[in-house]
């Protein structure tokens, strides 16, 4: 069975204009060059939000200086009329070193990424869900497949992705049995093959194959590359759809889920404020 999220997309849709109400909400996509993979995550920000009542702006910051990239930070977190920040990913090394990503105001930080918000998952105490983790976790909700107990392994211990994610799986209620692993991980496939539910996230243009798949597994792929000028994910999907029992598709599975979720957040944000 292929995992189609346009229904769950739809649904996100739905919740964000009713939670924005009369208010249009703002949020500011940060770029830190004009690369062909930040503009289009910004389209596609753009597109999914002009069916919403999102406002979108959207601000490159090329050839300026670190201090100056703070200071700007700043007065984004200052500026009353915006109600969430993006930044584009991977973030240059000079502004990693300065922390630009906790320069962002928590309340404002609705892609979660600031170390006190991605610190409250640990307690469950968040103020957004982390987009692309909570896409995941929507799917699994969706299709109703049952966690409780099974062996869920992650493939990926990113900060965006496979950290929270776990912690996700781990929670009270998900109760997942979760192993996550990484490219220093020893005999993978020996443990890729006992996932009950597999999720992949590390970036590598159909990485897993079928012989990494226990038949009837659900798999969901979260990775999204480019191969010969198409978009794939970290699954072959071809090959790994013949053993799985449930497998999302890409482009069009937990992407589009990933930024309705983002959306939510600025909907949440600006009601939070006015609140
Ligand atoms: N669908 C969405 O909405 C969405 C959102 C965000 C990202 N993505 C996509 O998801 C993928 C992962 O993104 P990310 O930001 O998490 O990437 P990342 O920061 O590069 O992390 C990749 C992870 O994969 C692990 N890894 C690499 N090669 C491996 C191997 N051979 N075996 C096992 N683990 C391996 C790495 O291990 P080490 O830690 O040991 O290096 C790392 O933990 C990318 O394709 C990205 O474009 C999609």
Redesign the pocket.
């Known amino acids: 069975m292929i995992l189609e999220t346009k229904k769950i997309c739809n649904r996100l849709r739905d919740d964000i204009v009713a939670l924005a109400g009369r208010k249009s909400p703002l949020l500011c996509c940060v770029g830190f060059s004009e690369d062909g993979s930040t503009l289009s995550y910004f389209r596609s920000i753009e597109r999914a939000a002009n069916k919403t009542k999102i406002r979108v702006r959207k601000e490159i910051l090329k050839d300026i200086s670190v201090h100056d990239t703070v200071s700007f930070m700043e007065t984004l977190n200052r500026d009353g009329d915006i109600n969430g920040i993006v930044i584009s990913?991977p973030i240059p090394l000079p502004l990693q070193k300065a922390g630009i990503k906790n320069i962002i105001d928590p309340a404002k930080d609705v892609d979660c990424i600031t170390d006190e918000n991605l610190g409250g998952l640990i307690t469950g105490n968040v103020l957004y869900t982390p987009?692309?983790p909570g896409?995941v976790m929507e799917i699994i909700k969706e299709f109703n497949i049952e966690t409780t107990g099974r062996n869920v392994v992650v493939?990926?211990?990113?900060?965006?992705?496979?950290k929270p994610l776990a912690l996700l799986l781990l929670r009270k209620g998900v109760d997942a049995t979760v192993t996550v692993?990484?490219?220093?991980?020893r005999y993978?496939i020996s443990l890729t093959r006992t996932a009950d539910i597999l999720i992949t996230?590390?970036?590598?243009p159909q990485?897993l194959k079928c012989n990494m798949v226990k038949p009837g597994t659900i798999v969901i792929d979260?990775?999204?590359?480019v191969k010969d000028g198409r978009v794939v994910?970290?699954v072959d999907f071809e090959d790994v759809k013949r053993v799985a029992g449930m497998i999302t598709p890409t482009p069009g599975?937990?992407?589009p889920?990933?930024?309705h979720i983002l959306l939510l957040n600025v909907a949440k944000a600006a009601k939070r404020k006015a609140d």
């Not at 493939?155 to 496979?162: A, C, E, F, P, W």
């Not at 979260?222 to 590359?225: E, F, P, W, Y």
């Open positions: 990913r987009p692309t896409a493939l990926g211990r990113s900060d965006v992705v496979g692993c990484h490219s220093k991980t993978l996230a590390v970036g590598r990485f979260v990775g999204i590359n994910g970290d599975g937990v992407g889920v990933t930024t």
